[in-house]
């Protein structure tokens, strides 16, 4: 096929074309591994580890493109400046610039944590630091520890741990420390270039990041002791025969032990000598080697929240007419003084609800006088503290205002007393378990003739016998306490006017089956527990495990050693706890740090407690352990 000259020439020019962009075409190259390797330093002026450093600014040049990640969480200059450094990056360049004059005699550590990445792959330099001295040696001395929750025991990530040189108790509410670290996520610390000196050691969740305990939400942890370093000297001995001038013998031993031991003469005062002995004919030579050096030693210190907050009304609500609910920041530490501003009201008019936590209050108001008023004025009596943390009365006032929802055309209205059960139509109860009521309102009275219990066995009704009880804490729960017969069906009858609130109004009609568990489903747990001694009463908890929160679902009390025995207990993991309750209040107790007072200890089974149906689980728990 020919073509023709015109052809040939748009042919040849499309050629072109194609060929043009096929070249300018700029592709990004592919394959080859990935680059995870942080950047490396190529030169640092003034070189790390300076000393006699007079200087304004330090660059540090790397091999690669840089950037910083997160500095503000990350760097930690220790001891710490008033006014922090500039630091920016220049390129490959890291450039830190103080703006004050830094102290005279002192060590630096200028710590970048994991801020410091390469600028591609943001691959971080670990635990980056320079470290410098404005005077002519750099201090050398190490500390290191764990933060741990004083609760829960777990890791505290984020918290300062703190060295002051002024032994005042005020320290750390008034100055700043001397040497700062901080935890990481597995609640570490360590504290690195520190003098040889006897420091208090502090730690503190500082929200407002000014490295003072001044704030009553801050959480805080301190050890009983001062800081100290003591120099620990080890001496090695070898010991060489002359029949085969053979070292036959080496041992680490101290000073006085060698001098108690041979008479020697010193030839040298090197730290390794050269010793003649007459012990015996057979020893030609002793050679002892000296090695001093300060240890770096571990602390474990428990966070914890002091109970500095200030007694406050929380809240007041009056969701329906006859109920007034206050609400504390925390539990109230004396009685509360409820009265109505109406002074003509004399006889009793409302029933006080107190919650189990302390911190709450429920006023069931009684007279009908009272409490279909719309608007009502209440004053509110109550222990809180002064400036000075000291407890004085005060009083406040609440106008309380009932807001009726309104009802579309001919709605009947329910007025029938309302409850709830702790067991489902065609559920099932704990053999161990009540059958419990919680009312919506308090009850006055109750007639067991209206609420019947049968065993239902071949489809036969047996009449169950029962006992009802209202609970020691709970105004509105009552309970029926029965001798439950294992893997059974129970029918539950509660006729109208069983029970009666405060109010008059009766419970409707409510018939339900359920069962109750097998015996062969449940397993137990015998913990037997040691060490106890009479300075303390031991809180034991089954916990079940949890990511927010432990929640307990067994306690026993415990005064001397013996088996605590944990029966009816469903196939599930457990952790065993134990409290030591050294104030004998039955609950775990904060500690404070002006007092000298620790938090209560708390303990753990190593390993979390499998319980399987049917089988008993036995572990030895020593407290001193």
Known sequence: MKFSNIQKVIFLSLIGVMFFYSCAKIVAPTGGPKDEEHPLIVTVDPPDYTVNFDRKKITITFNEFIQLKDLNNNLIISPPIQEKPTIKVKGKTLVIEFNEELKDSTTYNIYFGNSVRDYNEGNPIENFQYVLSTGTYIDSLSISGKVINSFNLLPEEGVYVMLYKELEDSVPIKQIPVYLSKTNKEGLFRINNVSNNKFKLFALRDFNKNYLFDLPNEDIAFIDSLVLFDLITETKIDTVFKSDSTLIDSMIIDQDSLNNKVSLNLETESDSVTLKANLTSEIDTIIVHSKSYYPVKDYVVRLFTEDREVQYLANSTRSIRQKIEIVFNKPIKDSVVFASADTLIEKDWFIKET??????????????????????????????????????????????????????????????????????????????????????????????????????????????????????????????????????????????????????????????????????????????????????????????PSKDKETIYSEKLVTTDQIVEFNFLPPKEFIFKVIIDKNFNKKWDTGEYLKHIQPEEVLYYTEKIKVRSNWDIEINFDVNK
Do not use: M
Request: some cysteine; proline content about 2%; overall charge neutral.
């Open 355 to 544: 919650g189990v936590q302390g911190d709450s209050i429920t006023y069931w108001i009684t007279d009908s006088t009272i409490y279909k008023k719309e608007n009502l004025v209440f004053t509110l009596t109550y222990q809180k503290e002064d400036s000075n943390l000291v407890y004085q009365w005060n009083t406040d006032t609440l106008k309380l205002k009932f807001f009726e929802l309104k009802k579309k055309k001919n709605e009947p209205v329910d007025t029938s007393l309302k409850y709830a059960l702790n067991v489902k139509s065609k559920g099932t109860i704990d053999l161990n378990s009540k059958l419990n009521f919680i009312f919506e309102t308090p009850i006055s009275s109750y007639d067991t003739s209206k609420i019947n219990l049968f065993a239902v066995i071949d489809t036969v009704e047996i009449p169950v016998e029962y006992s009802i009880f209202q609970d020691s804490l709970k105004l509105r729960k009552y309970g029926l306490s029965v001798d439950w017969g294992a893997d059974t069906i129970y029918r539950l009858e509660i006729y109208p006017g069983a029970f009666t609130d405060i109010y008059k109004s009766v419970n409707d009609t409510n018939i339900i089956e359920f069962k109750t568990q097998k015996r062969d489903f449940y397993g137990k747990i015998l913990a037997n527990v040691t060490g106890i001694d009479s300075t303390a009463q031991l809180i034991c908890q089954l916990i079940l």
